[in-house]
C-alpha cells in the first residue's frame, strides 16, 4: 500500500473528513442529552399547551367585554372567584364577570383573555375597574401555540442545548436517539519519549506531552477515550499494540497516534499503518504550517490520525482538522456554518506563502480605547510556550500571501467558555 | 428581612456577582485540569528542553563552518556520524564536521547549529555538500529557551486549557491547584409542576421543564449538581427542603429555586428565604426582559437564586447571571474580555425601551453572498418553542432604545462547541 508523499491542501482535508458517515445511534436519556446530536428527527407526541395558560397576572375576562374600556372611561367587571395553580376551575366566565387568575394558571371556561393586573383596580371585594380593552386570546396560551402534536420540533442531525431539553421535559420525552461519540484510543511513540510522570529524566529523553494534552483535551469533550502508553520506535510491537487499540473489547474507532515529525518517523508510522487489515492511506502531509507532516489512513472502517511530534503542530492538528473530524463521526453537520471568532486589528504585516495555510498564534490585548487588537507570539515555533502565550489563531488561507497592518482579522480563540 | 422590592439595572447585577470571591481550592490532576483555574501561580520546575534539541531534520554542525556556503559556491562537511533520537551523542562535532540528526534530537558537543536536509547534498557515505550558511542556534532550542526553570508559566486565575497541559506535562508537572467547583442544589417549587417523567398529566399541571433544562446543562459544564425534585407552595416544606439542600451533607454552595415568577409567588420565595439562617435578600428583581422577576439571595456564605417560572426567562437567567456567578466562584475573572460572539446584520428594527435591557432571540441565515444576517424568532414570549428555533441571543442594552435595520449587531450564540 506503502504511497507517496500525498501532501493535500487543509481545504481538500475538510472535504475529505466531511465524506464520513456517522457512527452508530444509542438512546440516552434526556437529562445527558446536551451536547450530543440527534439520529432521529422529533415529532412532538402532544400539544404544548395542553390547557389555555395564562401569561400573565391579572384576571381571566371575556375580550368582548373589554372593548371601549380607557384610563378615561374605565368598565367594571364582577370578580366570580379565582383560579387556584395546578388545578381547573370549577366556575365559568359569565358576561361581565372576571376571574383573578396568575401567570400559568388555566383559562376557565367562558374566558377568552387575561387583562393584566396593573390595568385593573380593585373597587371591593367583588368588583374591578379596568382601564383598557383586551382583544382574544391576549396574554394566554392556546392549546397547541407553542407546539402542536405531530409537528417536528428537532431534525436529524440537530444539536441538542439546554432550551430543547427543557421542551421535551415539557413535552414528557425522557429519552432520546442520539449518534454515539467516537472511541479514541492514543499512542504515543518515539525512542526519546518517557512517561510524563517521570521525575529525573535522563539525557536526550524528553517527558510525554501529546499523549497528556490530547487526553485532557478530549476528555473534557466527554469523548470516552483508552490511552495505551508510549511504546519506542519498534514495528512490531507498534503494529501490535495499534491492532489491540483497534480491534480489541473494547475496539476503538479512531486511533490518534503522536508519532516523531522526522522524516524517518513518518516512513515508520506508514509502514505499520499499511500493515493494519484493509489499510488505505488517504493523505500524508498538509499543506498548513505548523502542522505538516500529518498523516491520514483508514483500516476498514476505522480511522487513524498519525499526528506530528511537535506539540505545537499535534495540538493545531487536532483542533483544526481531529476535532471537526469527530464531530462529523458523531453526526454534527456544517460545523463551521457559524463559527465563533473575536475580530481584532493587526498591528503588524502577517505575511505568508501562498499554497500553504498559516495558523499564527496571536495574544489579545485592549488598546486605550477599549479596541482589540492582535499580536504575534514571538519565538521559535517549537517552543510550546508560544501556544501557551497565545490566546488564539489567526488562519491565512492557502490561497492568501498574508494580511497587512491594519487589517481585521478572525481570532480563533483557545479557551472553551460560552 | 423581608424588603421592597428592588429592581437592579442588569449592569449592576454583574458588578454585585464580581464581588463574590472564589470558593476553596482543591488538588486535581494535571489530565483533569481543561477548563479549571489555577488557584496559585506555576513556576517552572525545570529548564524547557533541558538539553540543546534539534527543531529540523538535517546535520549538526559549527555554525562557523558554514559561513560563505551558497548554491553556487557550496561547501564540504565530513560526516562523522549520526544522533540516536532519545541518547545522547558520544561523538563530537568537530571543525569542517557534521553529525545527522532528526527533529527532536539532542545536539552533540562541539555544534551550535542545525542545517537542514534540503541545504544538504549526500556526495558520498562520509560527506556531505551544503549550499547555504546557518547563523549559531538556527534550527536548535537551547536549555530553557522554551521555558526557564523558576518562571512563573501561568498566574493564579488562569483558565486551564490543553496546551497548558501539554506545558505541564513536559515539565514534569502531575497535579495542580485549582479553585473547587460550586456544589449546586435545584428545587423546582410550584403546585401546578409534576415531573417531567409524568406521561398522562392531569388538566390545569404542566411538567417540570426548567429542573431538567438547568440540570442538563449545568452537568454537561461539569457541576457536581443535586436534584432535590419539586415541592408544591408550602412554606414550611419549601423552607425545610431548602436548608437540606444548603446544609445537609454534602451541603450546597449555591441553590438554585425554580419557582413561579407570578406575584404571589415571589413573595412566598422571598418569604422562605428571608428564614434561612444569615439571611439577606440581594435583589428583587432585575431591569431586563424576558427575566425581570429574578431574585438573588444570601445565606451566609452561601448563595440562592429564585429564577423566573417561565422557561424562557429562567433559561436566559441561567446564561447570563447565574453561570458567570458560578464562573466567578470558581475563580475566573474578567470572562467578558473576549466574548467570542457572531457578527450578523439586522433585517429589521429592534426597538427596546430605556432603562431596560432586551435579549432578543434570533435566527441566523446566510443570504446569497454568504453574509450572515439575524431574523427575530416571532411568538409570544412565554413560548419555550421561541428558544429552540433560536440560534442565539441580541442583546440590547439598558440605554439604548434599540437597533436600526441594517446595523451589525454581535450575536450571542446558543451552541457551545468550538
Same mark, same amino acid.
Given at each position: 500500500m506503502m504511497e507517496f508523499f500525498k501532501v493535500v491542501e487543509a481545504e481538500k482535508v475538510l472535504k475529505i473528513i466531511a465524506e464520513f458517515d456517522p457512527l452508530g445511534t444509542e438512546e440516552i436519556c434526556r437529562d445527558f442529552a446536551c451536547g450530543r446530536i440527534l439520529s432521529c428527527q422529533i415529532n412532538s407526541p402532544?400539544?404544548?399547551?395542553h390547557f389555555p395558560r395564562s401569561t400573565m397576572d391579572g384576571y381571566a375576562v371575556r375580550s368582548q367585554d373589554t372593548y371601549g374600556a380607557s384610563e378615561g372611561l374605565p368598565l367594571m367587571l364582577n370578580v366570580t372567584g379565582r383560579v387556584s395553580m395546578g388545578t381547573p376551575c370549577t366556575i365559568e366566565v359569565k358576561p361581565g364577570e372576571a376571574i383573578a387568575i396568575t401567570t400559568g394558571g388555566m383559562l376557565p371556561k367562558g374566558a377568552d383573555a387575561v387583562i393584566m393586573e396593573e390595568y385593573c383596580h380593585l373597587l371591593d371585594e367583588e368588583t374591578i375597574e379596568i382601564t383598557r380593552s383586551v382583544t382574544p386570546w391576549e396574554n394566554v396560551l392556546r392549546p397547541g401555540e407553542d407546539v402542536k402534536k405531530g409537528c417536528a420540533i428537532f431534525p436529524r442531525g440537530h444539536l441538542v442545548r439546554f432550551q430543547d431539553v427543557g421542551l421535551m421535559a415539557a413535552l414528557g420525552i425522557e429519552s432520546i436517539e442520539v449518534f454515539r461519540k467516537p472511541r479514541i484510543a492514543i499512542i504515543s511513540t518515539g525512542d526519546e519519549i518517557v512517561p510524563s510522570g517521570t521525575r529525573k529524566i535522563p539525557q536526550g529523553k524528553v517527558r510525554d506531552v501529546n499523549g497528556p494534552s490530547i487526553y485532557s483535551r478530549l476528555i473534557s469533550l466527554g469523548y470516552p477515550i483508552e490511552r495505551f502508553g508510549i511504546v519506542p520506535d519498534d514495528e512490531r510491537r507498534l503494529l501490535e499494540l495499534c491492532k489491540e487499540a483497534l480491534f480489541k473489547d473494547p475496539p476503538s474507532d479512531v486511533l490518534l497516534l503522536s508519532g516523531g515529525s522526522s522524516i524517518g518517523m513518518r516512513d515508520f508510522t506508514v509502514k505499520v499503518i499499511s500493515k493494519l487489515p484493509d489499510s488505505n492511506l488517504v493523505f500524508h502531509g498538509i499543506a498548513i504550517k505548523p502542522g505538516k507532516p500529518t498523516i491520514f489512513a483508514t483500516s476498514g472502517k476505522k480511522a487513524i490520525w498519525g499526528l506530528p511530534g511537535h506539540p505545537v503542530s499535534s495540538m493545531i492538528v487536532m483542533l483544526f482538522f481531529v476535532e471537526p473530524f469527530l464531530h462529523i463521526l458523531e453526526g454534527?453537520?456544517?460545523?463551521? &456554518?457559524?463559527r465563533r471568532t473575536i475580530r481584532a486589528e493587526l498591528r503588524v504585516n502577517l505575511p505568508s506563502v501562498h499554497g500553504r495555510l498559516d495558523f499564527i498564534r496571536v495574544k489579545l490585548h485592549r488598546d486605550e480605547k477599549g479596541g482589540l487588537f492582535a499580536e504575534p507570539v514571538y519565538g &521559535?515555533?517549537?517552543?510550546i510556550s508560544t501556544m501557551t502565550e497565545a490566546d488564539g489563531l489567526v488562519i491565512i488561507p492557502t490561497h492568501s500571501e498574508g494580511f497587512e497592518q491594519g487589517t481585521e482579522v478572525d481570532v480563533l480563540p483557545f479557551h472553551l467558555n460560552p
Open positions: 402532544e400539544n404544548l399547551p454534527l453537520k456544517q460545523e463551521e &456554518k457559524f &521559535k515555533s517549537a517552543m
